[in-house]
Every structure is written in structure tokens, then in C-alpha cells.
């Protein structure tokens, strides 16, 4: 279905079953952005062609349909496929707008318990072989609902913020990430990083981070107000293609896709606006920038 | 001439010394987050790592001189491999002399250890004068401490010193039961007892 692969796990041969990669987005601390981060990179996967199904493993706290916009449009859940209430492809959501993305919703009145590491292996399975790519949404901790929603995948995505503590649990989630053979290679997503705050030393920089957790980098992306707006709206910020956070999301699809695509810098982005804004301050003179 | 030199010195010094003091936040939060990362990774808790330090400032000072309160000794993550950094900052270094007196010093500690314990290894055995005083002497202090013997039909568990007469003999205990054993029991742990206070 798609014409060149650069990878080699999507890569499709004749009258082979096409095999998705199955990636966990996961962080360890709660409220870095694991759950945005998954709507927004799988609508940007989406919006480049692939075809991309979401699994919410957050049992009881589900908030992925919400930022997609898809709350009302939930018949099944994860738990109905597990407990046979339905068949996998009826509790798949598909997204208003892009028939490529899908959803498969967590319950929201069950507890972590109700699914077990083989049924979501098994589930994972199951999609791989209709999908391209298989996201995870994980719940925070490390607890059961960390493991279930590790259990399938076999990369993952760490979400982490320049914050003491969000990178102190994303050492403790490479650290059991690393003692768990199925996961081939992992990848870190640097979320919500403020540049003034970097520029006057205030914050933890991207090298920073990466250095203290020696772990490869896969994005970077800076705090945004759009975020709350699009969450509010139930549409991923990736559909707006001016918003900074929006495009550094994309990056991440393109990188995720095998593209090489170079680093935001953030400082001089912002500090282009700033010189544009400068100039034109100096322009009309006494106006505020 | 030379008190300007000096003071203009200081001034530069305190300069650096007030930017160092002023730590950026940036900077305070990597270095929190390097020594509770290492931590958490190596299972290395403060305490140990005092522990280390002290062991080591012990055998370095046998060769140099050394300012021991700013020895620095940190682990570190270098690329992929941990790494324990030592920083010293010498005195000086102790010439040959200086040395060889240490390392006789300690054979000399060595040797008198050795001979001490082998000496009170055969006193425990032999005489039983010597025994007694060892007995008392460490008994004595440790009344919370249960009669050794521990034998369900002993009452020296309750009234250690007036009942049971255990403390007195070697090896046959005198409280009247068949199956008390406080004899045996006792020598073992006397002689245990000398062997960790030679350590």
C-alpha cells in the first residue's frame, strides 16, 4: 500500500502479512505529555499516509479520545474485545477526519487488572497485521499498567520534560526498559522545553538531559499554549501547521518514518521572532513589541 | 608592591568565588540529578560511599600527604560506563622513609594482632582461670542480654547469675538439667566474641 519503505520492520514483500511496529509512548511520571504525544504523533503518521491504530492501556484514567475528539463516538472498549463483548475491529474508533488513524479506547470503569500482559500482546499482534503502526499509550508509574502496556511493543518512546523529577523517572523507565528483551530500541522525546528559561539558565537544556540520561533523542518540543487550545477542541496540534509545537511533532513522525530530519533550534527560532519583532519595534518606534 | 599583588589576587579570587556561589539553577539541577540518578542506578547510598572515602583516605595517606576534608570521591557516568572519580588534592607526596616507617608501623600492629590472638585462641582452651575473667568481664555489662544457654529448662534465663551456676564452669553447667548445654555454648561464643574484638 505504500510505495517505498525505508524500514525494514514495515518492510512488505509479496504475499507477506504486513507487520506494523508496535511503539509505547511511556514516561514514568504523569503529566509530561505521553498522552498528547501519542494523538500527535499518530495523526501526524496518519496525515503522511500511514496507517496507524492507538491503543488507550490507561484503564479507568482514559483521555486519549478526548484529544482526539472521539469521546462520543466510543461503543467498545479494550476490555469488551478482551472479555469477547465484541470483535477487535468493531472497538476500533476511526478519527472524523483521517480514515487511516484509529482508536481503540480504554475503560473508563475498570481498573488495570481487567487486561493482562498476553491479552494486550495478543491484541498487539492482531493489529500489526492491519497497521502500520501500532501506538501505546501507557499509564503512569511502573506498576501493572506500565507492564501490560509494555508487554507488545517492541520500541518505545520515553516522554520526559527538563524537570528534575520527569527525568529522574525516565532513567528509572530506561532502566526497566532495558532489562526487557522484547524492546529492540528506545527513544527519547524531550517535551515542553521553554527556550527563554534554557537561554537564562534557569532550565535544564536538550543537551543536558541527554547527556545525564545518555539516551538517544527523537524530538524536541517546546512548550506551547496551542496545546491547551487544541486539547480543548479535541483536534491534535499537529492539524495546525503554523504552531511550533505542531511542526516539531511532525518532525518526530518523519523521524519515527526513518527520514533524517535535523533538530529544531529552538533559541533561534524564537529568537528570529524576536529579531522580526525587534525590527519592527525599532521600525515603529515607541509600539510595543 | 607585594600587598597589592596580594590583594588584587583576592579580589579575583572572590570574583570567581561569588559566580561560583551563585550556581545557576540549570547547573544545581544537573548536579542533583547526576548524584540521585547514580543513586538510584548502582544502589550506592550516601553512607557507603562515606564508608569508601574514609577507607581510601586511610591507605592513600600511607603515601602522600593529603588534604583529606576536600578529597572529592564521586561516581560519575562516563558515555556508557560508570565511572568512581577520586580527586586528591596533594600536599605533598611522602618521600621512601616516610613509607617504609608506615608499612612497618603496620606490620608491626599486624604482628602484634597476630600474636594476641593467637595467644588468647590458647588461652581459651587451656586455662581456665583466664577464661573466667574473659567471662565476666564481658558478661557483666550486657544484663539485657539472655543467658547464652537458652535452653528451655535452664533458668538461668531469668536469673542468670543466682540459679544457674553456667558462668563459673567450662564445660559442664551446673543448673541440674540433663539437656543444658550452656557449657559448650559459651566457650564457642567467648571465643567468637575474642575474635571480632581482635578485627
Not at chain 2, 550506592?44 to 600527604?65: C, D, F, H, Q
Not at chain 2, 586528591?88 to 599486624?110: G, L, T
Request: hydrophobic share 35%.
Amino acid at each position: 500500500m505504500i510505495e517505498t519503505e525505508t524500514f525494514t520492520q514495515t518492510k512488505k514483500t509479496k504475499g507477506e502479512i504486513m507487520s506494523g511496529r508496535v511503539i509505547v509512548i511511556t514516561s514514568g511520571k504523569g503529566g509530561v505529555g505521553k498522552t498528547t504525544t501519542n494523538a500527535n504523533i499518530g495523526t501526524a503518521l496518519a496525515k503522511a499516509g500511514k496507517k496507524v491504530v492507538m491503543i488507550d492501556t490507561d484503564l479507568g484514567l482514559r483521555n486519549l479520545d478526548l484529544l482526539l475528539g472521539l469521546e462520543n463516538r466510543i461503543v467498545y472498549t479494550i476490555v469488551d474485545v478482551v472479555e469477547e463483548r465484541c470483535k477487535l475491529k468493531q472497538a476500533l474508533v476511526k478519527d472524523k477526519k483521517n480514515p487511516n488513524l484509529c482508536l481503540l479506547a480504554a475503560a473508563q470503569t475498570r481498573d488495570k487488572s481487567a487486561v493482562t500482559q498476553e491479552q494486550l500482546k495478543d491484541i498487539c499482534k492482531k493489529l500489526q497485521k492491519d497497521f502500520d503502526y501500532v501506538l501505546v499509550d501507557c499509564p503512569a508509574g511502573i506498576e501493572q499498567g506500565f507492564q501490560n502496556a509494555v508487554a507488545g511493543a517492541t520500541e518505545a518512546i520515553i516522554v520526559t520534560t527538563p524537570e528534575m523529577s520527569a527525568v529522574r523517572d525516565a532513567d528509572r523507565i530506561i532502566g526497566l526498559l532495558e532489562s526487557k528483551e522484547e524492546i529492540q530500541s528506545y527513544k527519547l522525546l524531550l517535551n515542553r522545553v521553554r527556550p527563554n528559561l534554557v537561554k537564562s539558565n534557569d532550565m535544564m537544556s536538550v543537551d543536558d538531559v541527554v547527556e545525564i540520561l545518555s539516551a538517544e533523542l527523537i524530538g524536541i518540543i517546546p512548550e506551547d499554549t496551542g496545546i491547551i487550545t487544541s486539547t480543548n477542541k479535541g483536534e491534535p496540534i499537529v492539524n495546525d501547521e503554523k504552531s511550533l509545537a505542531g511542526r516539531a511533532y511532525h518532525n518526530v513522525a518523519k523521524r519515527i518514518m526513518g527520514e533524517e530530519i535535523p533538530f529544531m533550534n529552538l533559541e533561534e527560532e524564537t529568537s528570529v521572532v524576536a529579531k522580526v519583532k525587534k525590527f519592527f519595534s525599532g521600525l515603529v518606534g515607541k509600539e510595543k513589541k | 608592591m607585594k600587598d597589592i599583588f596580594t590583594d588584587l589576587y583576592n579580589k579575583v579570587l572572590g570574583f570567581f568565588k561569588q559566580a561560583e556561589i551563585e550556581e545557576n539553577a540549570k547547573e544545581v539541577a544537573c548536579n542533583r540529578l547526576r548524584v540521585v540518578l547514580m543513586q538510584d542506578r548502582t544502589n550506592i547510598n550516601p553512607a557507603l560511599m562515606e564508608k569508601m572515602r574514609k577507607e581510601l583516605v586511610e591507605l592513600l595517606s600511607k603515601y602522600v600527604e593529603m588534604d583529606k576534608e576536600a578529597l572529592e570521591l564521586n561516581l560519575e557516568q562516563d558515555g556508557e560506563q560508570m565511572a568512581l572519580m577520586l580527586s586528591i588534592p596533594v600536599i605533598r607526596a611522602k618521600d621512601e622513609d616516610e613509607i617504609a616507617d608506615c608499612e612497618s608501623a603496620e606490620e608491626d600492629i599486624k604482628d602484634s594482632d597476630d600474636v594476641i590472638g593467637e595467644r588468647e585462641a590458647e588461652e581459651v582452651e587451656a586455662t581456665e582461670d583466664n577464661e573466667e575473667r574473659e567471662e565476666t568481664s564481658e558478661e557483666a555489662p550486657e544484663e539485657d542480654e539472655k543467658c547464652i544457654c537458652s535452653e528451655v529448662e535452664c533458668f538461668c534465663i531469668d536469673e542468670k547469675s543466682d540459679k544457674c551456676e553456667c558462668t563459673e564452669k567450662e564445660e559442664i553447667c551446673d543448673c541440674g538439667k540433663e539437656d543444658c548445654k550452656c557449657g559448650e555454648k559459651l566457650s564457642t561464643v567467648i571465643q567468637e566474641k575474642k575474635q571480632t574484638g581482635n578485627k
